[in-house]
C-alpha cells in the first residue's frame, strides 16, 4: 500500500508561481512511477505530467510544457510540479498519483493504483 498526501494548492493570479508536493508514504514509496492529474468542474481528469520511478523519464501535457516543471527526491519520498505562468485555464482539483514499481512515466490514468485526496489550484484573471 502506498499512501499519498498532496499540499500547495491556492488562490493565485494569472502570471504567478505555485509549487505543488506529494509525499508518498508505505513499504514501496520510492519505488513508484508517480503523476500528477487535474479535473476541472465539468471535464474529465487529465494527465498533467509523469515521472518515472527514478526521476529519468518525464512527460507533460502540450498545455503545460515549458511551464510546468515535475521532479522528485527520493529520499524524500516527495514528487513535486512547480507551475509558473499560471494561466485561469489551468484552474482545477490537482491528484497525485502512483504506480508500485519501476516504471518509466505513465500517461494513463486507470495505469496507476493509488490517488491522493487533491488539492484545489484556482487562477484569476
Known amino acids: 500500500q502506498v499512501q499519498l498526501v498532496e499540499s500547495g494548492g491556492g488562490l493565485v493570479q494569472a502570471g504567478d508561481s505555485l509549487r505543488l508536493s506529494c509525499a508518498a508514504s508505505?513499504?514501496?514509496?520510492?519505488?513508484?512511477?508517480m503523476g500528477w492529474f487535474r479535473q476541472a468542474p465539468g471535464k474529465k481528469r487529465e494527465m498533467v505530467a509523469a515521472?518515472?520511478?527514478?526521476?529519468?523519464?518525464?512527460t507533460y501535457t502540450d498545455s503545460v510544457k515549458g511551464r510546468f516543471t515535475i521532479s522528485r527526491d527520493n529520499d524524500k519520498n516527495t514528487m513535486y510540479l512547480q507551475m509558473n505562468s499560471l494561466k485561469p485555464e489551468d484552474t482545477a482539483v490537482y491528484y497525485c498519483?502512483?504506480?508500485?514499481?519501476?516504471?518509466?512515466?505513465?500517461?494513463?490514468?486507470?495505469?496507476?493504483?493509488?490517488w491522493g485526496q487533491g488539492t484545489q489550484v484556482t487562477v484569476s484573471s
Open positions: 508505505g513499504r514501496t514509496s520510492n519505488r513508484i512511477a
Open positions: 515521472i518515472g520511478w527514478s526521476g529519468q523519464s518525464t
Open positions: 498519483a502512483a504506480k508500485a514499481g519501476l516504471y518509466g512515466a505513465l500517461t494513463v490514468a486507470t495505469t496507476y493504483d493509488y
